[in-house]
């Protein structure tokens, strides 16, 4: 074997090393083990070195360090490494180490490693503020314009409700009161709101309701807070902001929103209490010829199941009389809740002759006319919620309040009414594609409620037989008599 390798070590012209020689070998070795990441590769070759200090031509006294060196080349770049060790076989393993990590981890955790002094230094994030996670979020997330302006009014109202911060001039937009509130709100630290913080303030909020209706609400309101603050650093897979908004400034840890739990919400399922032939009967009468787009937001609502946004935007270009049908989808002055949203609503013919007579009419692209003219923000240009025909909106919910529909939202009652409606009579997946939900789970959750009594249908085997009454007390205002002749009970008031 020992024959074999130097017949080949003269074929190459190099000299081929063995372990033994080169621990005990003062003589420069000119071949080595060609891995990088052994300390064999680092022995040998002059690849370990004293580094040498001053100048011999200017007579300066040249001093050498004591402790080896090693240089590194990797990619495109080429470091000088201190050892730290005059033992040449620990130097040569301590070169093969951070080689490793070169390679394995890259440069800069190499570096921050083996010379931290010399790793590139990393600027501190500055700590999160409500105001700068709300501008991050706003121009980071995908979500509608509307919606983030939703997300930042839930998270300015748990700071100052956490922070005890009065509203003060809030509502003071011309006089400068909302914007000092605003700046106050704003500059507050994100740290500030602990989840133990917020859950004394939660807790706070529900005691605060005295009714089991204001208890209930309270419940939502929290639930809703909590639920859009938290949207504002969302991880969903088709809006991840997170990660985006962690590259700008330091979140605390733990958020806000963390370990926080909900509050048991009240059943939302809807209990209908209209009768919807009487107010369109109503409305015919009432509406049609003194409030005509008051009428027109009825039907969109009542009819054809519309949010009132989708029908405060709703266009003419959006009906296809032909069809008889109504086409729900984004335009240039409205996007949908979500690509759910998006449907067609099959229309009746005499619906559709009401729509064409008003269509015949019109003086503009929408459907609902405004009041006065006004510029109506396109969707891109939106920032917040608002209706373009505010006054007709207020305008039916008065109306509806006069014919005894309860409630805070009359005008989203009717779409419930129309989808508990379709539920009973054709079931809850219809009502679900006419209502445009996401899911038939939403829709049975919120919306279907029977109109219709359901009963065991035994009640019939319960008719009193002749001569089998049972005897009871039924108060000293009332005697119960049998008739003996058809075994009834009768009650006599006294």
């Not at 190099?14 to 372990?19: C, E, F, M, V, W």
């Not at 001053?54 to 000088?80: L, M, P, W």
């Not at 109306?399 to 809850?428: C, F, N, Y």
Request: hydrophobic share 40%.
């Amino acid at each position: 074997m020992k024959q074999e390798s130097t017949q080949q070590g003269k074929k190459s012209g190099y000299k081929l090393a063995t372990l033994s020689d080169v621990a005990n070998s003062s003589e420069t070795v000119r071949f080595a083990p060609k891995s990088k990441g052994s300390a064999n590769y680092w022995q040998v070759g002059g690849r370990l070195f004293k580094f040498t200090r001053g100048n011999k031509t200017k007579g300066a006294t040249v001093k050498e360090d004591a402790d080896y060196s090693c240089r590194i080349s990797f990619g495109n770049h080429r470091e000088q490494f201190q050892l730290h060790t005059a033992n040449k076989a620990e130097a040569a393993s301590k070169a093969a180490s951070i080689y490793r990590d070169v390679a394995g981890k890259g440069w800069e955790a190499a570096l921050c490693i083996h010379k931290p002094k010399a790793a590139p230094k990393v600027e501190a994030l500055p700590p999160a503020t409500v105001g700068s996670l709300i501008e991050a979020s706003k121009r980071l997330s995908k979500a509608r314009s509307e919606s983030l302006d939703t997300y930042a009014k839930a998270l300015r109202r748990i700071t100052a409700g956490v922070l005890g911060v009065a509203d003060g001039k809030k509502f003071d937009a011309f006089a400068g009161g909302r914007k000092a509130w605003l700046e106050k709100i704003d500059g507050k630290p994100l740290a500030a709101l602990t989840p133990k913080a917020v859950t004394e303030w939660k807790i706070r909020f529900m005691k605060s309701a005295r009714t089991p209706e204001e208890r209930n609400r309270a419940a939502v309101t929290v639930n809703s807070l909590i639920r859009n603050a938290k949207a504002l650093l969302s991880v969903r897979k088709k809006n991840n902001v997170r990660p985006l908004v962690e590259q700008e400034m330091q979140l605390p840890s733990p958020l806000f929103f963390d370990g926080v739990i909900d509050e048991e919400e009240p059943d939302m399922r809807y209990e209908s209490t209209v009768d919807a032939e009487s107010i369109l009967r109503a409305a015919q009468s009432e509406l049609a010829m003194q409030e005509p787009e008051a009428f027109k937001l009825l039907l969109l609502t009542l009819n054809c199941g519309l949010r009132r946004s989708e029908a405060d935007a709703l266009m003419w270009s959006q009906f296809n009389f032909q069809k008889r049908v109504l086409v729900i989808a984004d335009n240039d002055y409205r996007r949908l809740k979500s690509k759910k949203s998006a449907g067609s609503i099959d229309l009746e013919p005499e619906l559709c002759a009401l729509f064409q007579g008003f269509m015949a009419k019109s003086q503009g692209p929408f459907v609902l006319e405004a009041s006065r003219h006004i510029r109506f923000a396109s969707a891109h240009e939106r920032k917040s919620r608002g209706y373009r025909c505010e006054r007709t909106h207020q305008s039916l919910l008065a109306w509806l309040r006069k014919q005894g529909v309860k409630g805070i939202r009359p005008i989203h009652t009717m779409r419930k009414e129309i989808g508990s409606i379709i539920a009973t009579r054709d079931g809850i997946w219809k009502a679900s594609l006419y209502l445009r939900h996401s899911g038939i789970v939403i829709t049975s959750k919120l919306y279907a409620d029977k109109k219709t009594p359901v009963t065991s249908g035994l009640g019939g085997f319960l008719a009193t037989a002749a001569g089998n009454v049972v005897a009871a007390d039924f108060g000293p205002n009332l005697v119960a008599k049998t008739d003996t002749g058809g075994g009834n009970v009768k009650m006599k008031v006294r």
